[in-house]
């Protein structure tokens, strides 16, 4: 038997960090790697596969249900990351049952404990998840944003309020919650307290080595939370959390924090006023500043997608003419765009082209015009339609040619045989 177990063991380990898994996910090159170790491998700049050196993207990788069931299934009592001698839902279930009895805010002590266990094995994670910490913890973060210590007269928040609310906000991501495990926790009426909590945490901590994790922690779950709710409750976010969020963006926290502030924004995007409220904020310009300080094209993984989702947002803003304007507006807005056209993926190729359309559309000013052709994306648009891409993208394309082709064509800095074969 304990052959058996040894070789169990030796199956179900990560090739990356030698550990048994917990949530496995498949390459398209067949390795099967535990999520937190690849996902780090990714986040690191590297972009192949660890094993076999082939490209390998952090879209492409296919959760391993069919694995998890079975790690899930053999949980062996001898050695567990979460406890020497203590099987992982055991020391999930005392910690949750410290959480869940305590009357009054628990310690911060407390809730970094119920981080780590979380962090550390997923059969924790789940049995914490399946016990109602979750909601514990969501109706404590809201209960402390509420508090007016959070936001009452004083500008800044006590580190005490800062310690509790980053316990709270880290113990929230720790615990990996899916968008289907979350939607029907914000379907309730309480969705909107969860979100007013939110934004009053994103907006009273001040930026800093002592509140910039809770930040990353408050916009992640703010991720979470607009990717679950519904217009009834995107349509009811206020301004300051628009701010908010842009600022996550410009004081890049951390990729991941950054990814999922763009994220945010772009749920918000298409509801009521928000699109307008959102370039108001100032999100077209520090998009365009994220691209400008990211590396040249090809991007690693996580910087690749970073782009697909700046491009997107652009995209979106551009589709009201203040979203055009702060674009055009930027001294490197049209160039940072084009720059990315055929260099990142085909989602970003789609979302560049959509906002050069739309910046250069029907109402662009001669100015603009010029600057596109100046820094290269009318010959950027002139090689998608010799490019294998969607036909969608390629007619987008051609049809902002053809309406200023007689602007172009007279230009030094546009070949104008590419316009007359092409066009």
């Known amino acids: 038997m304990e052959d058996m177990g040894a070789s169990m063991r030796h199956h179900l380990m990560c090739p990356i960090s030698l550990q048994p898994m917990q949530d496995p996910v498949t390459a398209p090159t067949g390795i099967t790697y535990d999520r937190r170790a690849i996902e780090r491998w990714l986040a690191a700049g590297h972009a192949t596969c660890p094993v076999t050196g082939q490209p390998l993207a952090l879209t492409d990788l296919t959760p391993n249900h069919t694995l998890r069931r079975l790690i899930q299934s053999w949980r062996p009592t001898s050695s567990t990351p979460v406890g020497v001698g203590h099987r992982p839902d055991d020391v999930a279930a005392n910690v949750a049952k410290k959480l869940l009895a305590m009357a009054s805010c628990p310690p911060v002590d407390v809730l970094r404990e119920a981080a ?17 910490v979750l909601q514990r913890v969501l109706r404590l973060a809201v209960s402390r944003a509420k508090a007016k210590s959070c936001h ?4 800044e928040v006590s580190l005490d309020d800062i310690a509790t609310v980053t316990a709270c906000l880290s113990l929230v991501r720790a615990l990996a919650i899916s968008g289907d495990e979350l939607r029907p926790l914000v379907a309730d009426n309480h969705v909107h307290e969860l979100v007013d909590a939110v ?10 080595p002592s509140g910039d994790p809770a930040r990353a922690s408050a916009v992640q779950l703010l991720d979470a939370v607009t990717e679950a709710c519904g217009a009834q409750v995107l349509e009811r976010l206020r301004p300051e959390l628009f701010r908010a969020v842009t600022a996550v963006v410009r004081d890049r926290l951390s990729p991941s924090a950054t990814r999922s502030a763009l994220r945010a924004l772009l749920h918000a995007c298409p509801v009521g006023r928000n699109r307008a ?8 310009h520090e998009a365009i500043e994220l691209e400008l300080d990211a590396p040249p094209p ?8 970073a782009t697909e989702l700046a491009m997107a947002l652009l995209a979106e803003l551009c589709a009201c003419a203040d979203g055009r304007a702060a674009v055009a507006a930027h001294p490197a807005g049209v160039a940072v765009v084009a720059r990315r056209l055929l ?8 979302c560049v082209v959509r906002v050069l359309a739309a910046v250069g559309g029907r109402a662009a000013s001669p100015e603009v015009l010029r600057e596109m052709a100046r820094v290269g ?3 950027k648009l002139c090689c998608v339609l010799q490019a294998d891409c969607d036909a969608a993208v390629k007619e987008a394309a051609r049809a902002v040619l053809r ?19 092409y066009l």
């Open 403 to 421: 309406l200023h082709s007689g602007v172009w064509s007279g230009s030094p800095c546009v070949s104008a045989y590419l316009l007359s074969r």
């Open 116 to 132: 780590e266990v979380a962090a550390q094995n997923d059969v924790a994670r789940r049995n914490m998840v399946d016990a109602g």
């Open 152 to 155: 009452g007269d004083n500008k």
């Open 298 to 305: 090809p991007p690693a993984a996580g910087g690749r997608r």
């Open 343 to 350: 260099r990142v993926s085909a989602a970003a190729d789609a």
């Open 277 to 284: 409220l959102i370039v108001e904020a100032g999100a077209a």
């Open 199 to 208: 934004t009053d945490v994103l907006v009273a901590l001040v930026p800093g």
């Open 377 to 379: 994306a009318v010959g």
